[in-house]
């Protein structure tokens, strides 16, 4: 089962799910189709289970458990923007978010797929949401700060960055851009946080 899934998460995110062919997928795991079919009976149960078994695990890996699991969160945070770039797989960029891809091609065609993409989307929202909400709980950021807005914003940027660079078949421009987002978690810090940061850093 977990090898149908690695081979599908592949040939989804470089095929898109209506052009991934089951086929590809048989050959490359070594399985026949009943075996497929035994795990999986459709081949939207198989898309439903990528996004949920293998995207979400993996931002949840990259990006969610950070966050949670921390007692600086906005350190955190701005720790996986800054480095995110290393840490992803090196044709990332040239192939795109396998989320933002996905919710591109089917959220207006399945409503399940709009409804397990939604389910992911909103789980970063609400994770940056808490981390945001944390940090201004211990004063890191301001207290005029929205950050359910910010939280909304933070991960329309991430995506949009993603799929600017894309279309560019740039890494540096992901990575500029995101440069660009950590400036703009830095600037809902408090006046206390950027200076007790920047002395941390040396600045």
Known sequence: ????????????????????SIANILQDTGLTKGALYHHFPTKQALGLAVIDEVIRQR???????RLRDSDKPVEALLDVIATIHK??????VMLGCPLNNLMQEMS????????????????????????????QQQGEIREDVDYKA?????VSAWEGCIGVAKNMQSPKAFESC??????????LMSPKEKKERGGRQGI
């Open 1 to 20: 089962r977990d090898k149908i899934l690695h081979s599908a998460f592949c040939e989804i995110h470089r095929q898109g799910f209506q052009a991934a």
């Open 59 to 65: 931002l949840d890996q990259l990006i969610f458990s």
């Open 87 to 92: 840490k992803v797989p090196a044709d990332f």
């Open 108 to 135: 207006a065609l399945d409503q399940l797929f709009q409804q397990q993409l939604s389910g992911v989307l909103g789980i970063w929202q609400k994770t940056v949401e808490d981390a945001l909400k944390r940090g």
């Open 150 to 154: 910010a939280a909304l914003f933070v």
């Open 178 to 187: 995101m440069k660009q987002l950590h400036v703009y978690v830095e600037g």
